[in-house]
């Protein structure tokens, strides 16, 4: 536990001097990690390899051996990540209103840091400089603790940003990962209320649990992503299939993919052969009721539990509705509050699922991958919130800030 104080404490010291940064001087710093992570590429993949081959080693699946892997465009992209940062406006200092009161007291709200943001995540290496990047421009110090599985790469990009920071005569300690890598570490640090003012999980269903779970610092749940399509009985079937390929096939460990499938009975005799091969192709199984089954025999018959997982592999369950209210009520009742989607031509049915469904994204023809904060305009992202307070769906910059009245008076008493 002392060594975890140890970094809080001087969290805590980094975040009041963010907390006083001018925007230039949060650009530079931004800019300067951004040069130096492309400088270090080769160090840092090296790293990485290291972090892939005990992966493997291990039995990692290839989705998440696809999700710990470093390559010259995958820094590239972390490296841009921090210049499109630096790039945003600073939402700090903003005063959003200000009004008199009638005893002539001006009483407005100012955006302000929240203070020390500490993040847990997996297997992903490059949310180290993602979150980095959004903490340091919203004002705020940072606590990392990644996966086991990256410990290398973590170590090394987070040196290079603290090496950054002091060529720009700033505290390092504005990013700190916690090195040591036992269970007990993150136990403790849930429970770091004096230092950590908010907590932030990012990885597998079981990790959100826990920390939901056993944390006393304030949370902010994001999300699994057992994310839907539904086909709708007016949708096109091109764009269906080629929505439906891509948001499952074009990155399987990430959770905005598509997991689950719901497919109109109207048109289920006609898609789901279409479907079945276009999937198959891609060498994904189909787990689906018994209606699907009936329909094309080669799909594997679905549990309860499936319509419930996200795979994050090349499997993907399927539900025949019998119609689009029965479709809203099957995704709403085992969603995970993600990103769903409606493949159709018809604008009632597409205006419906978009006021009855609940989930932070909810898409009318369109992939599902699009919830990300970089598509959404945000720049990098910290996670994507699948819960309602204080943040929902992808949190760029102002989901890392909070406020403070500020009154302004001329010897006001009551």
């Not at 200000?98 to 302000?112: A, D, E, H, S």
């Not at 004002?139 to 990256?150: E, F, M, P, Q, T």
């Not at 410990?151 to 916690?178: C, F």
């Not at 994204?361 to 990098?380: I, Q």
Request: aromatic fraction near 6%.
């Amino acid at each position: 536990m002392d060594y975890l104080i140890d970094l809080g404490k001087k969290a805590k010291e980094a975040s009041r001097v963010l907390n006083t940064l001018g925007q230039d001087k949060k650009n530079n710093a931004l800019k300067r990690a951004a040069k130096l992570l492309v400088e270090r590429e080769k160090d840092i993949i090296e790293a990485n390899k290291l972090d892939v081959t005990y992966g493997r080693e291990n039995g990692m699946s290839d989705a998440l051996i696809d999700r710990l892997t470093l390559n010259h465009d995958r820094i590239l992209g972390m490296s841009q990540g921090l210049l499109d940062v630096a790039a945003l406006d600073d939402p700090i200092g903003e005063v959003i209103s200000m009004k008199y009161r009638p005893n002539g007291l001006q009483i407005g709200q100012k955006v302000v840091p929240i203070g020390v943001v500490g993040i847990i995540y997996e297997s992903r290496p490059n949310v180290t400089a993602d979150a980095f990047g959004l903490c340091f421009k919203s004002g705020n110090s940072v606590i990392l603790r990644g996966g086991s599985d990256a410990i290398n790469s973590n170590k090394l990009i987070a040196r290079v940003i603290q090496e950054a920071l002091e060529l720009e005569g700033l505290p390092k300690y504005s990013i700190q990962l916690i090195e040591k890598t036992d269970r007990q570490v993150v136990t403790d640090m849930m429970k770091l209320n004096e230092y950590i003012d908010v907590l932030i999980p990012r990885g597998g269903a079981g990790l959100i649990k826990s920390v939901i779970a056993n944390a006393t610092i304030p949370v902010i749940e994001t999300g699994t992503g057992n994310c839907h399509i539904y086909v709708d009985k007016e949708a096109n079937f091109d764009m269906a299939l080629d929505i439906i390929v891509n948001a499952k096939t074009q990155r399987l460990g990430v959770c905005n993919a598509c997991e689950s499938l719901v497919v109109h009975k109207d048109i289920a005799g006609d898609f789901i052969p279409l479907l079945y091969d276009k999937l198959s192709k891609e060498n994904v199984e189909i787990r689906g009721d018994d209606l699907s089954r009936e329909i094309s025999p080669g799909i594997s018959p679905a549990s309860e539990e499936d319509y419930r997982t996200e795979y994050l592999d090349r499997i993907i369950s399927l539900k025949v509705a019998d119609s689009i209210d029965n479709a809203i009520s099957h995704i709403n009742y085992y969603n995970t509050k993600h990103s769903e989607a409606i493949i159709t031509q018809n604008y009632d049915n597409a205006l419906k699922f978009l006021n009855e469904v609940d989930a932070a994204a909810v898409y009318v023809n369109a992939s599902t991958r699009f919830t990300d904060g970089a598509e959404f305009g945000l720049g990098a992202e910290i996670g994507i919130s699948t819960q309602k307070l204080h943040a929902r769906g992808p949190m760029g910059l102002k989901a890392l800030t909070t406020t403070k009245y500020i009154i302004l008076g001329n010897g006001q008493t009551r």
